[in-house]
């Protein structure tokens, strides 16, 4: 168990909705960053939060949304969902231990769109 | 553009053979690169990295700048190594080092 907790575990949902997915980091990691992973797309990085603040951003699009509350906890908005955003959606926190950041992965949230 | 190629979908060795995982990258500055596996049923986790030069349950790997590779090594596998092996590249987002490229991964398979 890495300590990063995602919520759900599945989704099912039709086009066109909205989904909220939410990831707890470890307790202390200030970092959070948010990957999908699809069959033809691979593993690929959508946006990096820390301690609040946005902090890097990349193949996200602009029908999906995150942010990082206080407690460091995080969520991911998916909306006006399509048959594509169909995916494993991972979150991750990070520690930097002196020779660069970990990353520690939590088990994901299984979206499937019909 | 930043890329992470993993030429290899499926890798099948037997038990005690010697293992190579390939890895090609393109970047255009100085890589960070990793080594990340997931384990039937595990959550993928940090294997090794290349700025620590570590061993790590008897995997190496080198970063080669001239051939852009950095491939995994084992000289002699066991069962146990069975899983998807990832590499990823850091780096072009900005910020942290957690802002990876992942390559498609290669699921390695290890016979009795």
């Known amino acids: 168990d890495s300590g990063v907790t995602q919520t759900p575990k599945h989704l099912i949902t039709a086009t066109g909705q909205r989904v909220t997915l939410r990831c707890s980091p470890r307790s202390g990691d200030l970092s959070v960053y948010w990957y999908q992973q699809s069959l033809d797309q691979g593993l690929q990085f959508l946006i990096q939060y820390y301690n609040g603040e946005e902090r890097a951003k990349g193949n996200i699009l602009e029908r999906f949304s995150a942010q990082q509350f206080p407690d460091l906890h995080s969520e991911l908005n998916l909306s006006s969902l399509e048959l594509g955003d169909s995916a494993l959606y991972f979150c991750a926190s990070s520690v930097d231990t002196g020779a660069g950041e970990k990353l520690f992965f939590g088990s994901g949230t299984q979206l499937s769109v019909l | 553009a930043q890329r992470v190629t993993q030429p290899e979908k499926l890798l099948s060795v037997f038990k005690g053979a010697p293992v190579e995982l390939k890895c090609n990258y393109s970047?255009?500055?100085?890589?960070?690169l990793f080594w990340y596996v997931q384990y039937s049923r595990q959550r993928l986790q940090l294997l090794l990295r290349?700025?620590s030069r570590e061993s790590i349950k008897g995997f190496t790997a080198d970063l080669n700048k001239g051939e852009t590779s950095f491939h995994l090594k084992k000289p002699f596998a066991q069962e146990e190594d069975s899983a998807m092996y990832y590499c990823a590249l850091s780096g072009q987002y900005g910020g942290s080092q957690g802002n990876l490229i992942f390559g498609k991964g290669t699921k390695l398979s290890v016979k009795p």
């Open positions: 970047y255009s500055g100085s890589p960070e």
């Open positions: 290349h700025i």
